[in-house]
């Protein structure tokens, strides 16, 4: 299958009509889709799926409902109809296949998956194939378990990994679908076929030749216990079915319920930040109050602080002047004290007469009569530093910012953890989580009724075996004395015996023989993606998962993300190889673990993979400058998904 | 590719067995297999298998 073009219109992030050509021209296989993260990368993946197979993939490889397919804007102004056209080549043949998903009638505003019909039609050299063959023809060109290896996203490489690791449910579906790629379905369905071709030729013996005789009696009588053990044999695997099925079911409920309990708990941690900024706001708020009243004093607070400077230099002149008053009256009084006793009051020596006469002459005492006024003003001077410095003494300004900081941050902040907490709990609507409880309860109740099944299941395959042993034996001794028409049945019987052993021995002849293959191909590829060139290779085990062995052919038990990634990528290959390959290969993401060396080489190897190769791919693991030099020669075509609104994206050639 | 070793496998335990089963009956049954494997409905290919089985012993009886 070549791809030559896809179309979308309203599907998913793509308003309106949208459409990509897939060239292959010459060794131009390649062609490079660019996007950012929620761009639409995957919904392009999606929407080959869903034209191809009516189904859409999320997460984990899990269905999305079809009323989620519909463009959000689209439905937003009543356009409900989502189309998918896919054109491709297969055979030497053109294809043609359209998917449309429109309103069923009488439905207004469709908002449940039964509100929709789907409705599907293919072309092939342009005559319209019979609405009952579509599905079958689709089948025929690339079945749907198959297409998990040619229409993958990176998320499925790890899936890959469980393959090593031992039998799980998921591993053995991996397994199934593995050997469905590689054919062994045929041989399978064979088996059965012949089983039952088998299982009625002998009953038509029984019926014709053999009524009445003791021997016929025999084999009745074993034909029946066979039959019973057959129905019990069915009964047990329904069973069985039905309670792997229901396990599965509420494996996934849980997983879903644990990572509910995880965004709870997200959401609680934001309501505790959320109270703290609320309790932060309200704080803030408060003494935005308190300030209020003070406000005024912001305004007038360069006046007050300059004439609080006034009166500073004024107090500090006037303290200075009544400093030297008071020491002009002590040295006034010494003087008259000394004078009027003869002798110096500090040393007691006697004075002259005209030393005392000096000092008995007046003092300049301009200062004495103004000391009390002096002291006046100081007095008053300080009383009014003093109110001045109660009127100014905080910034009233500064704290009132910051008051309204506080207050906007956490406004912020609350806003902030509110959206935070809108954004986690629109991830979980309608989620109970006390099921969690009951559910697992539930779970390992069935776990234990799947492990009694699977050995009953088993004892009655052995009892099942046994008697149709014993059945054909008795049946081909008797087929030895037949003539006539019961000859004829006779020998088919025997006919379809030897092909209901051929056929039951050769599917583990097949399996070993494709185990080998796959191998020997993803060892070559492995030798050839890995920088580590000195290992041995790849083994591969019963599940087709693949171990790497170093240079002294000892397993290499831990590997890296990037080792599993190119161990994931050589399994593609060896699996391509061994079933002839699909043709195309569209690859999501399928470069996030891998280091530059290993990214170079997968790069220089991807063209060869396959006929053509699609790269849905982001800026961070491929980069245009750095990257993409390794496959220009191989590139036919490239495209960029380009954001217009966070619910419409558009594709642009580059 | 994987048709081929399908029959391979299928002729190669014929031949263990050395059961008497041709070569062209194999291949023909394999064929019909292959071309229904991924069928929903398995009733196609049943009755084919069947029908080539009493063409085979049809041949058979004539020669």
Known sequence: MILRSLRLKNFMPYRGEHKIDFRVAGNRNVTVIYGDNMRGKTSLLNGLRWALYGEVLGRHLKKI???????????HERDFVVQAGLTFEHRGSEYEIVRTL?????????????????????RRQGVPVSAHLIESEINHILPESIARFSLFDGELLQEYEQ??????????????AIEKALGVPALLNGRAHVAELLHRAQKQFTKEGLKGSQHGKLEQQTQTELEDARRELSRLQELHSSATAEAEEIGDKLTNLSRAEGVKARIEESQRQRERATAARDRALSRRRELAPKAWLALITSSLMARREEVELELGDASSRLQAISENRVVARLRAESASAGKCGICAQALSEEAAAALREPMDDSGHTSFDHVANVVAELSRNLSRLRTLGGTDVRSEITQAEREFDRSTVDINRFQAREDELLAQIPGVDLSELGRLTERRDSLQREIGRQTTLIAAQQTKCTSLQKKYDVLVNNAAGGQHGATQQIALKVRLLSALSEIFEKSIENLRHKLRDVVEKSATATFKRL????HYR??????????????????LVSVRSAGAEQIVALSLIDGLSHASGGAGVLVMDTPFGRLDLKHRAEVLGYLPKMAQQVVLLVHEGELSKDRDLVHINDYVAASYEIERLSPTQSTIEKR | VADDYALRALVEVRDQLNAPVPDDLLSRILAVEQAHAFDEDQDVALREVDSLIDNQLRAGQKA
């Open chain 1, 65 to 75: 409902p079809l009323r989620d397919i519909l463009n959000k804007d689209a439905a």
């Open chain 1, 102 to 122: 429109r309103p069923k009638s009488l439905i207004d505003t469709p908002r449940d998956d039964d509100h929709f019909e789907e409705s599907c039609t293919m």
């Open chain 1, 163 to 176: 393959l090593v690791a031992d039998a799980t449910e998921q591993s053995d579906k991996i397994r199934d």
């Open chain 1, 530 to 533: 890995t920088t580590e060139k």
């Open chain 1, 537 to 554: 290779g790849l083994v591969i085990n019963d599940r087709y998962g693949l171990e790497i062995r170093d240079h002294l052919d000892r």
